[in-house]
């Protein structure tokens, strides 16, 4: 039977996919038995592996590169202590993510930046409007304009619509109700339009 060139390009395509996938798990192994084993060159390795990601993600909550360098530092020396925790039932990344988003929310926490945010009642006045504008922007605009949000609808985007969370989920975390979580969402994405706008896209339905 002869295959045509479309599926053996697709095959060669997928085994590469594989292959990655495979080395990755090996070479994440490796660092994590490193670093369990007290390694300095495997946690520098894993350090740098992740490190911007991270760093990234507590920018997302925080929107201040010298805290947000704080949290960094602090939440690789809380993976480096609960590595032994780490099951390897999800990924590494995964694991670590949970970490430093914790680490973020544990600082808006101690600050109680979340309560002193405040509500933005003229968020409400922005009207939804249907043609979409997100598929026009880079991520790096758009992150950019979620971190110019109040602390507390920052904070609530992000984990409703980055990290995941149901509302539940996000009023447990920051003791607050679910209409609260929901409230926030709602707003944060309505700042987002009118920031949208202000830039000279046409804003839409943000993440519904």
């Not at 949970?98 to 509500?119: A, C, H, K, Q, W």
């Not at 539940?168 to 409230?183: F, G, P, Y």
Request: glycine share 8%; with cysteine; hydrophobic share 35%.
């Amino acid at each position: 039977m002869q295959h045509s060139g479309y599926d053996m390009h697709h095959e060669d395509i997928c085994s590469g996919y594989k292959r990655s996938v495979q080395t990755k798990m090996i070479n994440e192994t490796q660092l994590v038995k490193g670093c369990l084993s007290g390694d300095r060159n495997a946690q520098r390795a894993l350090y740098d592996m992740y490190s911007r990601k991270m760093l990234g993600i507590c920018m997302r909550y925080v929107n201040n590169r010298e805290v947000a360098r704080d949290l960094l530092q602090d939440g690789f020396v809380k993976v480096f202590t609960s590595l032994p925790s780490f099951e390897g039932t999800g990924t590494l990344e995964a694991w670590m993510r949970t970490i430093f988003v914790n680490e973020s929310l544990g600082y808006l926490r101690r600050t109680d930046i979340l309560n002193r945010s405040g509500d933005i009642d003229m968020a409400n006045a922005i009207q939804d409007e249907s043609e979409s504008a997100v598929s026009k922007m880079s991520a790096d605009e758009l992150m950019a304009m979620v971190g110019r949000l109040p602390a507390g609808f920052r904070t609530v985007f992000n984990m409703y619509t980055v990290e995941g969370y149901s509302h539940k989920e996000i009023a447990n975390t920051l003791h607050i109700t679910e209409s609260t979580s929901r409230s926030q969402y709602v707003r944060a994405r309505k700042l987002l339009q009118e920031q949208i706008r202000n830039a000279g896209y046409h804003p839409g339905y943000l993440y519904d």
